[in-house]
């Protein structure tokens, strides 16, 4: 069965930093790119990064480029997102997802039940 | 930056057809993806390649698409289909993810 845990989150003040982790299980996770998503509270969902199966492609949502790195550990099965320069509308709960396999298919088959990340003074 | 555009509420009677779009410029190039989303819970894929149902997801579920726009149709809609609904898609290059702005299901 496939499983993708997220933690990590929490409350930071603006401009913090925090990481956030997802741990899969259930699959061959070196053979997945892997996503963030993430959701305000009462709003809709936004991709914030994805990363390809042997990190050799990453890419970001404008909202976050220069502040947010995303990474894996193949050998550990877990994906990263390291959020520096946090601000209030950072907050939301954020949800780390596996690309389906197959060339051109850039939907997201998995999903974990999320972290949230609250951004407040 | 690219946009997907969304109904924000559809609403349907039991046993009714359900019918969401989705409108972007670059959906003839990319193909769209539906998730549904329950309060609480995370999206799940209901659609993906535009009309492909992955395993699971009843037969009720279809997708289609036209041009600049996809639809999500939900045929004999049960009470537990109310929910949120996004699509998905890409930019032109396919680097860049994009979420619809959501539709709410009621179900009357």
């Known amino acids: 069965e496939v499983q993708l845990v997220e933690s990590g989150g929490g409350l930071v003040k603006p401009g913090g930093s925090l990481r956030l982790s997802c741990a899969a299980s259930?699959?061959?996770?070196?053979?997945?790119?892997m996503n963030w998503v993430r959701q305000a509270p009462g709003k809709g969902l936004e991709w914030v990064s994805s990363?390809?199966?042997?990190?050799?492609?990453?890419y970001y949502a404008d909202s976050v480029k220069g502040r947010f790195t995303i990474s894996r550990d193949n050998a550990k099965n877990s994906l990263y997102l390291q959020m520096n320069s946090l601000r209030a509308e950072d907050t939301s709960v954020y949800y780390c997802?596996?690309?389906?396999?197959?060339?051109?298919?850039?939907?997201?088959?998995?999903w974990g039940q999320g972290t949230l990340v609250t951004v407040s003074s | 930056s690219y946009e997907l555009t969304q109904p924000p509420s559809v609403s349907v009677s039991p046993g009714q057809t359900a019918r969401i779009t989705c409108s972007g410029d670059?959906?003839?190039?990319?193909?769209a993806y539906w998730y549904q989303q329950k309060p609480g819970q995370a999206p799940v894929l209901v659609i993906y390649?535009?009309?492909e149902r992955p395993s699971g997801i009843p037969e009720r579920f279809s997708g289609s698409s036209s041009g600049t726009t996809v639809t999500l149709t939900i045929s004999g809609v049960q009470a537990e289909d109310e929910a949120d609904y996004y699509c998905?898609?890409?930019?032109?290059?396919?680097?860049?993810?994009?979420f619809g702005t959501g539709t709410k299901v009621t179900v009357l």
């Open positions: 997802a596996r690309r389906l396999a197959g060339t051109g298919l850039l939907g997201l088959d998995y």
């Open positions: 259930g699959f061959t996770f070196s053979s997945y790119s």
């Open positions: 990363i390809s199966s042997s990190s050799s492609f990453i």
């Open positions: 670059a959906l003839p190039k990319q193909y």
């Open positions: 390649k535009d009309s």
């Open positions: 998905q898609s890409a930019d032109s290059s396919g680097t860049s993810f994009v």
